[in-house]
């Protein structure tokens, strides 16, 4: 059998070479239009985030004037007044809403033997809220830190603290005390007598 091949022009075999260029320039066609199509997509989204950028900034540009307009048109004084009348009506509110009948009931109970209230007197304090000026005499001053021990344990007193103290011609002591009160906090003033009243 003879394996030399004679032919003066030998047979290659070219077809698998033209498939493998054929499946190249396929890849390549797809490449390209993938890439054309991918760039003509981001070049339209970018017009419109443009486009959105441009509406958005001439609607900053309208609130702004707005906002400037509605500045020039407030009068100050209005809004002084309209915060003055705010507060007074808060301070009615908190007028009315403070009960006498409890801060007497509570005081009474904390209120040693040899101690009295010559005066209350609140006010509304916008920071602190309800303050007390109490005046009171007591035989000593022992008397006078027990009720101010008493009054913080109640929890509806926060702070009670001495602005004046001093011994008048009697041998009593004298105080002004100055505290804050919470009504809506602190043991009932029932519960709190019923506790003093136990030995």
Known sequence: MIRTNLSTRPFYNERAVHLWLLVAALVVTGATAWNVTAGLRYRRGDSELA???????????????????LRASVDPRQIDAASAAARQANDLIDRRTFSWTELLNRLETTL????????????????????????????????????????????????????????????????????????????????????????
């Open 51 to 69: 486009r959105q950028a441009d509406s958005d900034e001439a609607r900053t540009q309208q609130l702004r004037q707005q906002v400037t307009r």
């Open 112 to 199: 040693p033997d040899e101690a009295h209230i010559v005066a209350v007197r609140p006010r509304v304090d916008r920071d602190s809220g309800i303050v007390l000026t109490l005046n009171v005499v007591a035989r000593d001053v022992d008397d006078m830190n027990q009720f101010m021990q008493n009054l913080e344990e109640t929890g509806a007193f926060k702070n009670p603290r001495p602005t004046t103290e001093r011994f008048n011609e009697e041998g009593l002591f004298e105080s002004i005390l100055e505290t804050e009160y919470l009504p809506a906090s602190g043991k009932p003033a029932a519960e709190t007598a019923a506790r003093g009243a136990r030995p």
